[in-house]
């Protein structure tokens, strides 16, 4: 029982300190990199990791480390993307479509690779079922399958 109390106690004392560390930290333009993992939740692997890719820049003063915070925020937005068909636009039917499996075969490209031309090219995905599909008119132009 009192082991169990001071436990709950701890917790209660990092949960206050988590908190007001938030709090200071919400303001700021510059992070150090202690203060961008606290305020995105992340570890600071994750983030050194970001930054050795090219997908964060950090600036260094002396000995610290320090992270725009609108780089962060630009970073971790998730863009609202328009999920509902356009006007005139439906499913063409499994006829007319390739499921990604398909496509993959057919052409030989992997899936991520695949995934990445689709959006790059604004191309519509229809979820039927557990497949996804693909007009087929839309993907035979990109690989310019209608000239073979």
């Given at each position: 029982m009192v082991r169990k109390g001071k436990v709950e106690k701890s917790n209660n004392e990092i949960v206050q300190l988590l908190n007001t560390d938030l709090e200071k930290i919400k303001p700021l333009e510059f992070l150090k990199i202690t203060q961008a993992t606290l305020l995105f939740g992340i570890s600071r692997s994750t983030l050194y990791r970001l930054v050795n890719n090219g997908?964060?820049?950090?600036?260094?003063?002396?000995?610290?480390?320090?992270?725009?915070?609108?780089?962060?925020?630009a970073f971790?937005?998730?863009?609202?993307?328009?999920?509902?068909?356009?006007?005139?636009?439906?499913?063409?039917?499994?006829?007319?479509?390739?499921?990604?499996?398909?496509?993959?075969?057919?052409?030989?490209?992997?899936?991520?690779?695949?995934?990445?031309?689709?959006?790059?090219?604004?191309?519509?995905?229809?979820?039927?079922?557990?497949?996804?599909?693909?007009?087929?008119?839309?993907i035979d132009i990109i690989f310019n399958a209608g000239e073979r």
């Open positions: 997908q964060l820049d950090i600036a260094k003063f002396g000995k610290r480390t320090v992270i725009r915070r609108c780089d962060l925020e971790f937005a998730i863009p609202v993307q328009d999920v509902t068909l356009k006007t005139g636009q439906q499913f063409p039917g499994f006829d007319n479509c390739y499921t990604i499996t398909e496509i993959q075969q057919k052409y030989n490209i992997s899936s991520g690779a695949l995934y990445l031309l689709i959006q790059r090219q604004g191309i519509v995905k229809y979820s039927v079922g557990k497949f996804t599909c693909v007009a087929k008119q839309d």
